[in-house]
DNA sequence: CCTATATTGCGAACGTCGTTCGCGGTTAGA
DNA sequence: TCTAACCGCGAACGACGTTCGCAATATAGG
């Protein structure tokens, strides 16, 4: 492969094969994501680092650099195999927002369950191929739309960010310290916090938003 | 203030006050934070590293230390000295979703305009004077609605994140390599990315969304 | 006034990180 | 057979966040 010195060139999904002249490699794209994946679930991205992950596979942090020509790369892989495990299959007789909505809860659902996504995916530049496969399925579902493609493209981005908005709301606790709040500055506030739990939000608020989106951005109404 | 050592004690913002005992401090917060800033809008928050915001002052990094307990507490410092920038005056006779798209706009601006803040704000979970300052505007505007103050606190928090989401994507110029795709694949991906330049969002997109998702979690005939 | 105590700035160090370089060994093409 | 490409890997580089201990300094209490 040798992607670690020449390899500025495309991104890993388009990368050429390796020549045949060596001994073949001894592991797999698919295994060292997995390695990684397996400690950013036990301990979040932060334990995600090159020696671990090296270690994880029994090898050392140089013999890595064969495969991923950086520890971004790297995370662009584990995406990638995250998003693997997303499944939507379109129902019949179902309209276009409704089938966005279950689409969106199965997105979220996967975030939740693997937070770290969350601060893998703002530093990917790279999308992969089930990355891809995930747009498509959005874009299939409001096909039918009389939009134009910037407009759906827009739409699914809006999308995206707000799942991943509600996925992250969810994943952190609200460990937030208000030390600094002074009530005579700030009463709404002050109401608001001690008047009702903070709790989690509102079950359907996820749905409610998202139908309030896509109905904005998408419906033959706006414009 | 002895805070690298014992510190462990509440957030920056509800921090005892300094003894009189020794020397007086060299150093203010509010000049370490902009030092912060000052490196932070020339390289990102990459490039706010202990030993450069020390060098920054002249001085070393453990002295940073006597002032802030990690680097994720310069950070909140950062956020809370950047938000001081904010400025948000009602005006009167504005219902209150106008009102609510011009702070958003605002606030946009702002996050675009030091878009290291969209990588701190994250990190941040000690909020300061300033971030409840923009809490309680939004509370404020939204003061004669008849929802449960819970239901409040979830349309600002939704608010804040579509505010950021679009903030961001404002600010990375979509660097993005689509390297891995296949038309025969990606079908309507590739019709629309091809069909179109992909160009920057709609000018209107951004109010239409916070209407959209105001509107809907807000009004009075959601619920 | 004198002394104990608290506080400051700072040099040095620790462990970790991402990444690079060069070596010896291995495989396939010429 | 020889050469060029490829592999795994040990060692190192520079930078990072953070901790520790020390000398200097200023106040509080007697």
């Keep these: 492969m040798t992607v670690g010195q020449q390899g500025r060139g495309p991104s890993i999904w388009a990368r050429p094969q390796r020549g045949t002249r ?12 997995a390695a990684a994946i397996r400690l950013a679930s036990a301990g979040g991205l ?7 992950v090296s270690a994880e596979l029994d090898t050392t942090a140089s013999t890595l650099y064969r495969y991923v020509a950086s520890r971004d790369e790297l995370l662009d892989l584990m995406v990638d195999n995250a998003l693997a495990g997303f499944v939507h299959t379109p129902r019949s007789g179902e309209d276009w927002l409704g089938e966005l909505v279950r689409l969106a809860e199965a997105t979220r659902s996967l975030y939740v369950s693997q937070p770290w996504l969350l601060d893998a995916v703002p530093t990917g530049s790279a999308p992969g191929p089930n990355t891809l496969r995930w ?4 874009l299939q579902a409001i096909a039918a739309l009389d ?3 910037l407009q759906k493209m827009e739409a699914v981005g809006v ?3 707000v799942i991943m908005l509600f996925a992250r709301s969810a994943a952190a606790p609200t460990a937030i310290d208000f030390g600094a709040m002074d009530p005579a500055r ?3 506030l002050t109401s608001v916090l001690t008047g009702t739990a903070p709790g989690l939000p509102t079950a359907d ?10 109905g904005g951005l998408l419906d033959d109404r706006a414009g």
């Design 22 to 33: 060596g001994p073949s490699p001894e592991y797999r794209l698919a295994d060292i994501a």
């Design 46 to 52: 932060a334990a995600v680092s090159m020696r671990a």
């Design 135 to 138: 747009f498509e399925h959005c």
């Design 147 to 149: 939009r134009t493609p």
């Design 159 to 161: 999308l995206n960010g």
């Design 186 to 188: 700030h009463p709404l």
């Design 205 to 214: 608020l996820f749905e409610r938003t998202i139908r309030a989106v896509l």
